[in-house]
């Protein structure tokens, strides 16, 4: 098991900045890629950066591309999303999650991909 703990979401303006993270614990944390998606009432899960689990691959969905930047720390244990240029329809509930890969360079883009997942933070951006 991987437990997940999401945190740094809140209130900002359009325009602003807000850096998630995503403490890991439970099993070896360089063995999995990790993913960031987001979630609003109504849609589904959408996918928004992914990291491998050497931290040499990234990617990214084309609504954050030049944006967000995904990164991680694997002495801490933890991922985190730096948003940057934030949009109103960037507000959702940002859920981290983790993936074991097939390879090192290989990163998870669907919810099926990812084995566990955090319980998901708030991000709200006001216009």
């Known amino acids: 098991q991987v437990q997940l703990v999401e945190s740094g979401g809140g209130l900002v303006q359009a325009g602003g900045s807000l850096r998630l993270s995503c403490a890991a614990s439970g099993r070896t944390f360089t063995n999995y890629a990790m993913g960031w998606f987001r979630q609003t009432p109504g849609k589904e899960r959408e996918f928004v950066a992914a990291?491998?689990?050497?931290?040499?691959?990234?990617g990214y969905g084309d609504s954050v591309k030049g944006r967000f930047t995904i990164s991680r720390h694997n002495a801490k244990n933890t991922v985190y999303l730096q948003m940057n240029s934030l949009k109103p329809e960037d507000s959702a509930v940002y859920y981290c999650a983790a993936a074991l890969p097939s390879s090192n360079s290989w990163l998870p883009s669907r919810r099926y991909e990812c084995a566990y997942w955090g319980q998901g933070t708030q991000v709200t951006v006001s216009s």
């Open positions: 990291i491998s689990r050497n931290g040499g691959s990234t």
